[in-house]
């Protein structure tokens, strides 16, 4: 089983356009979410890879995340489900893990030919279309099926997305909405 997540971008997207075109390409609506989530360096500390526990409020998942690259295949991920989001900080912390930060989104999320496609919001960022799915030529072909070329996709991280708005998040405690 490969843990390569195959995940795409596009960025600064018309919500309602992108909106109407998943639903006109036969996609349904799976949920809207909130998400927090706690993000932990691993030990000692790597550059691109991190623990992230997060909750949508319905399913609470614990999570390693290693970027090796900035492209629709270049992050490994490794996630459990675990049952209770405030246990499993306390098992983090007590097992000497300290958070180096909070955040919030929100994420609209769409299901079309197998592929998971979010609209997600970010405080400070303009909403993004994100197309997961089981390959990169499947990622590719549903955004092109909805209108966006191939070069428009990103496999920029949310780190990376920030810090072109001149944000550092390995600075920021707590990233909320107002």
Do not use: C
């Amino acid at each position: 089983m490969s843990n390569i997540e195959y995940e795409g971008k596009i960025l600064d997207v018309d919500v309602e356009k992108v909106t109407t075109a998943i639903k006109q390409a036969g996609g349904t609506l799976v949920g809207d979410y909130t998400f927090r989530r706690y993000v932990f360096d691993v030990v000692p500390a790597k550059e691109g890879t991190w623990v992230r526990l997060r909750t949508n409020g319905k399913e609470t998942t614990l999570t390693v995340k290693e970027i090796k690259h900035d492209a629709i295949d270049g992050t490994s991920e490794w996630e459990v489900v675990v049952s209770d989001f405030d246990t499993a900080l306390t098992i983090l912390k007590k097992s000497g893990l300290t958070p180096k930060g909070y955040q919030e989104n929100r994420r609209v999320e769409f299901s079309l030919d197998g592929a998971m496609l979010s609209v997600d919001y970010w405080p400070q960022l303009q909403p993004y279309l994100e197309i997961e799915a089981k390959d990169k030529a499947t990622v590719e072909h549903i955004a092109e099926q909805l209108g966006f070329e191939k070069s428009q996709l990103v496999g920029d991280n949310t780190m990376k997305l920030y810090a072109r708005q001149g944000i550092d998040l390995d600075k920021v405690a707590e990233l909320r909405f107002n």
